[in-house]
């Protein structure tokens, strides 16, 4: 329970901001298992590439996904996003911070790299989430065979 708690007041104070300044009267509503439901039409995708994800809607200063690794993901730096992860199924080892090894302007605004080097090690297990501001260094790694599926909420910071 104190989990779900800490879930709620968490995403809480992340959507705080959008909500006061929405501009829309719709309330989006999704179960775990319509997110799964998502995550399972992204196997075959993932499975060719290691991950795949969908944007579920797009908001004046954020926009919502489901993501599904199967593999280890590079290093990535939005340097206009933060990151909000709530981790549905799964675990996996998120390294943060440090310096991007090998990093490339993949477009604007987002840096790609192959790994993250001197970063903090946070391991993420169901039921976690995980804030990453803009401009901070990132990378999901996977134990072998792994699997994760998360929900993601990218908020426009600058």
Not at 4 to 31: K, W
Not at 34 to 45: G, H, N, R, S
Not at 76 to 86: L, T
Not at 129 to 151: C, K, R, S, T, W
């Amino acid at each position: 329970m104190k989990r779900f708690i800490a879930t709620a007041v968490v995403l809480s104070a992340a959507m705080l901001g959008v909500t006061l300044s929405a501009q829309t009267a719709a309330v989006d509503h999704l179960t775990a298992a319509e997110i799964l439901q998502k995550a399972q039409e992204l196997e075959q995708k993932a499975a060719e590439g290691g991950s795949a994800s969908v944007k579920l809607d797009e908001y004046p200063n954020h926009y919502t996904m489901v993501a599904l690794r199967e593999k280890s993901g590079g290093a990535e730096v939005h340097e206009n996003y933060a990151d909000f992860f709530y981790i549905v199924r799964g675990k996996a080892t998120l390294l943060t911070g440090g310096t991007v090894v090998d990093a490339k302007t993949a477009s604007p605004g987002e840096i790609k790299g192959t790994s993250v080097r001197d970063g903090t090690s946070t391991p993420l297990n169901e039921g976690d989430v995980v804030h990453i501001p803009a401009n901070v260094p990132h990378q999901m790694v996977l134990p072998d065979h792994g699997e994760i599926v998360y929900f993601v909420i990218k908020v426009k910071e600058h």
